[in-house]
């Protein structure tokens, strides 16, 4: 086991970034081999990228890997996230020689969490490469790509961003000058001391508002730009139960006359509890509150959970917006004179708008029960992975 590290060591005026290099020394005698190598080789190229940090990089072997087989990464990413927690690494990197379990792409080679810090990287694929020194160059590249995505950045054309199918390439990638300095931008905020190094509170309460205060709009952006507006697109029982419910709702007269019952101003107080509860009745219903547990309360476990639940929140809400327009333009269509009369309105107007937040809100009560349907392992891989690459 690798001694904790210790985050207030610093040289000079350079923060620490540290990363951990997570392997299984009973996969074979390969992996150990390259962990060297990516770990020689990573941590020449970091420092002379970004002198302004100090950068450490350790390998560490675990006998207890999950021994299933292909791999599958979200398994490892939550294995390795609660040993980078409890290590105290900036982030982590599960290196592995075997192939990846996919579950979004046809083959994979990598697949990191922003979210968990935490990345998994198959050399499997790499080792296929012609020669020895594209093998390195293209394990590096692989690398450097997963890191970009753990560091913010987002696909990009013109540098080691750019998504590929094969990684076997004899020239070496590279961020460009506006990605450097958004990876220093985002290393400023993570190379700072953590909460329980320089508060030593024992209340869950006050740890979690420190986090909140100290990480804020860090916290905010990695839920906006988590991609939480649209995460429910691959989660095929959720959106079938809403779809059935709001069909049925749109041709039951029982709901228009609720609808019309219920006062604007209570239906916004019942939509946010509808929300909120959708929210939790995911997060509990599905294990999610089981990442990122922690023995003790470090920064980085309530960092991932704030960051889920937060993107579960947002993306509620997204899918909520979403139903309201859909629900606007259906009611629209319809014959308002029938829907009146379901309502009980007569000759007055129908407020469209009021019906359109009644249906998109019985809809979110309805997906949260399609979202209980969905395997626990493929809602937490759509909320975890970042990307497969």
């Known amino acids: 086991m690798a001694p904790l590290v210790d985050r207030k060591k610093e040289s000079k005026n350079n923060f620490l970034v540290n990363i ?12 150990k081999e390259w962990a060297f190598i990516v770990k020689d080789s990573l941590q020449k190229e970091l420092s002379g990228l970004f002198p302004q940090f100090t950068w450490e990089l350790s390998i560490l072997e675990r006998h207890d890997f999950p021994k299933a087989l292909p791999k599958d990464p979200l398994t490892l990413l939550e294995f390795g996230s609660d040993i980078k927690i409890e290590n105290n690494y900036d982030f982590l990197l599960v290196l592995t020689s075997l192939p990846l379990k996919a579950r979004f792409s046809q083959g994979i080679n990598a697949v990191p969490s922003s979210m968990l810090e935490t990345a998994i990287i198959s050399l499997s694929k790499i080792f296929e ?3 020895e020194g594209i093998k390195k160059i293209s394990a590096i590249n692989l690398i450097k790509h997963v890191l970009g995505h753990l560091w913010g950045l987002d696909h990009n054309e013109s540098s080691v961003m750019k998504p590929r199918k094969s990684w076997c390439n004899e020239q070496t990638l590279d961020w460009n000058s506006e990605e450097k300095n958004q990876i220093e931008d985002f290393l400023n905020d993570v190379a700072d001391p953590r909460v329980e190094e320089t508060d030593s509170t024992k209340s869950t309460f006050l740890f979690y508002l420190r986090v909140l205060i100290k990480e804020g ?5 990695d839920i906006i730009f988590f991609r939480s507006w649209r995460m ?8 079938a139960a809403t779809a059935v419910s709001i069909i049925f709702l749109f041709l039951s007269a029982e709901a228009w ?3 019309a019952a219920i006062q604007s101003r209570w239906l916004d107080y019942i939509l946010l509890l509808v929300i909120i509860a959708s929210t939790l009745s995911l997060y509990f219903g599905q294990n999610l509150h089981g990442i990122g547990q922690s023995d003790k309360m470090k920064e980085q476990a309530v960092r991932s959970r704030i960051i889920l639940i937060g993107t579960l929140f947002v993306g509620m809400v997204s899918f909520w917006l979403n139903l309201l327009f859909i629900s606007f333009i259906i009611i629209n269509f319809l014959p308002e004179k029938v829907i009146s009369g379901w309502a009980g ?7 469209v708008f009021h019906f359109s937040k009644l249906m998109a809100t019985f809809g979110i009560l309805a997906s949260s029960v399609g979202g209980n349907l969905e395997e626990e392992q493929d809602i937490k891989a759509v909320l975890i992975y970042t990307e497969e690459t």
């Open 20 to 31: 951990g290099i997570l392997i299984d020394p009973l996969e074979n005698s390969q992996i």
């Open 345 to 351: 309105l007569g000759n007055s107007d129908l407020p």
């Open 217 to 221: 709009p860090s916290l905010l952006r």
């Open 129 to 131: 490469c012609d020669k």
């Open 232 to 239: 429910f697109l691959n989660l095929g029982r959720f959106t």
């Open 257 to 259: 006359e609720m609808g």
